[in-house]
């Protein structure tokens, strides 16, 4: 999963979707909204979640990398 991924996930025994913002080793911060103000005021739209329960719904669509690029802005500094 990258960033940007749409992701669903059960929260407090709800199911949510919502977008993974960063990522760390083995989770993710994902933003989501909830109309609960308990989870709201709880969680403040926004909550790290272990990868293995975190289910894509939608990948985010990737740059393509030119590898040529970033060796030529080399060449151009010396």
Request: proline content about 5%; cysteine-free; charged content about 35%.
């Amino acid at each position: 999963m990258n960033i940007g991924d749409e992701v669903s996930f059960k929260l407090d025994g709800e199911s949510f979707t919502g977008f993974i913002d960063k990522a760390y080793q083995n989770s993710y911060m994902v933003t989501f909204k909830a109309d609960n103000p308990e989870i709201v005021d709880k969680y403040h739209d926004r909550v790290v979640i272990n990868n293995k329960k975190l289910t894509l719904i939608k990948a985010a669509p990737q740059p393509e990398v030119d590898p040529e690029a970033d060796d030529s802005s080399e060449d151009e500094e010396k």
